[in-house]
């Protein structure tokens, strides 16, 4: 066992610099001799820096290191004697984690390198061992790097042992993959779900807090969400299934267009092929729901999935639409509260809520959302979105005006319609004006 474990630092000592210069000198002094009262580890160890003939290999070292582990423990598992039980479980104990912690170097070592097909044969090898000795926890740290091998074309991560999986975060891509990454991406669904029920597993884990465990979890969860999504979204358009032309709705930079195109839609009526890649959405924001470092990829989902029910919506007639209705006012509350201020997703969903509104003749309602829309479209985004704006939001308040029955209130609604349109190219002026027409319009119903 203290062979192996040599063999470890020694593979450490390889990665620093100026190791070439300190494995040299060992080398020089294992050939110029030792006398007969030399340490025998310290014998080893200069014949293990003799071994790597002057060069200091890391590759060498882990796997000289996991191959004594394993002999160890086919050794204790020879010994019988009751006497050294206590002892035996101690070793055994110790050559597993050492055995685990190399294997997780081994895999980091070629990742780092490039050596990828070497990594993964390493990571299968590795899974076989730690199954074999009952071990859940480094069987799910093991099947963590093996889908972050297979998804290392997605991210530049940096490779450490110690950071299995990095989190799902708000710059990677949420858009559909090209057809041949498909069954890639399957393959890592079905590897994060054995990770989540290997960590929910009743027995006790080994060498494992609740709060290490709770950490794994989270992010093999907040992982499979994030594939879960992007497979969702590939199914779709491989199948030319209406829902994936409302995928802008995933990407911050075309939300703004997808909602504009949506507002001049009739909507679709979905097809039963559509209803697994939805499964796969709904199930990703159960995870993204929950958890609070996922506000932006929960924001870009459920506005996707709003707009994919206010669409089922839009193609039916107002009374059948309940369900329809529902589901998208749910998924668009969450998607506002995870976008605040200006920001393109908030446009967005106040553009789909107004959209929906209409459809369902609540104009009041749908001419306070596109107030809101406006309030929050970011100042840099061009005219062509300003104008679309301008000319719905006049064409709800002018059928609110020829709806209204009081005189005074179209009186009010005349005067407030003129002065947004004069101040509309103003900037701040318009946005006082925006803020007083849907301060009128909260009370109107």
């Given at each position: ?57 890391v590759e060498a070292h882990l796997n000289f290191s996991i191959s004594l582990s394993l002999r160890c423990l086919r050794r204790l598992g020879e010994l019988h004697s009751k006497e050294t039980d206590e ?12 055995i685990s912690r190399t294997y997780f170097e081994l895999v980091a070592h070629f990742g780092a390198s490039g050596r990828f097909t070497k990594a993964l044969t390493t990571c299968n090898v590795g899974l ?244 809101r829309a406006a309030l929050a479209l970011p100042a840099t985004v061009g005219e062509e979105a300003w104008n679309f704006l301008r000319a719905e939001l006049m064409n709800l308040l002018l059928r609110l ?45």
């Amino acid at each position: 066992h203290w062979m192996a474990a040599l063999h470890a630092e020694l593979a450490k000592l390889a990665k620093l610099p100026g190791a070439e210069d300190y494995f040299a000198t060992q080398k020089s002094l294992y050939a110029n001799g030792l006398d007969g009262n030399s340490n025998p580890r310290t014998v080893y160890e200069l014949g293990s820096c003799a071994m790597t003939e002057l060069l200091p290999n890391v590759e060498a070292h882990l796997n000289f290191s996991i191959s004594l582990s394993l002999r160890c423990l086919r050794r204790l598992g020879e010994l019988h004697s009751k006497e050294t039980d206590e002892k035996k479980q101690s070793v055994w104990r110790q050559s597993l984690d050492l055995i685990s912690r190399t294997y997780f170097e081994l895999v980091a070592h070629f990742g780092a390198s490039g050596r990828f097909t070497k990594a993964l044969t390493t990571c299968n090898v590795g899974l076989q061992l730690f199954k074999a000795s009952d071990d859940p926890l480094n069987e799910a740290k093991l099947l963590l790097w093996t889908v972050r091998l297979k998804l290392r074309g997605n991210n530049t991560w940096s490779w450490c042992p110690w950071s299995p999986l990095p989190n799902a975060s708000d710059e990677e891509p949420l858009e559909a993959l090209p057809q041949f990454q498909m069954t890639v991406y399957e393959q890592c669904v079905a590897h994060l779900k054995d990770v989540v029920q290997l960590l929910s597993t009743p027995k006790e884990v080994a060498n494992a807090t609740p709060e290490d465990l709770a950490s794994l979890k989270a992010v093999a969860g907040r992982r499979l969400g994030y594939v879960q999504v992007r497979l969702a979204m590939s199914r779709l358009q491989a199948g030319q299934l209406p829902a994936a032309r409302l995928q802008g709705f995933i990407s911050e930079g075309a939300c703004i267009e997808a909602a504009v195109a949506l507002w001049k839609s009739d909507g679709y009526m979905p097809s039963e092929d559509e209803k697994p890649a939805m499964e796969l959405i709904l199930r990703a924001l159960e995870v993204f729901d929950r958890d609070p470092d996922c506000a932006g990829l929960c924001g870009a989902v459920n506005l996707f999935a709003t707009a994919v029910y206010t669409s089922r919506a839009l193609a039916k007639a107002p009374a059948e639409a309940r369900i329809e209705v529902k589901l998208a006012e749910r998924h668009s509350d969450r998607a506002l509260a995870s976008a605040s201020g200006s920001h393109p997703r908030t446009f967005a969903a106040r553009v789909v809520k107004a959209c929906l509104a209409r459809h369902l003749r609540r104009g009041p309602e749908a001419a306070r959302e596109l107030c809101r829309a406006a309030l929050a479209l970011p100042a840099t985004v061009g005219e062509e979105a300003w104008n679309f704006l301008r000319a719905e939001l006049m064409n709800l308040l002018l059928r609110l005006l020829k709806d209204r029955k009081s005189a005074e209130e179209k009186h009010e609604i005349k005067d407030r319609t003129n002065s947004l349109l004069k101040a509309w190219d103003m900037g701040e002026e318009r946005t006082a004006r925006l803020g007083d027409v849907l301060q009128f319009l909260e009370g109107v119903r």
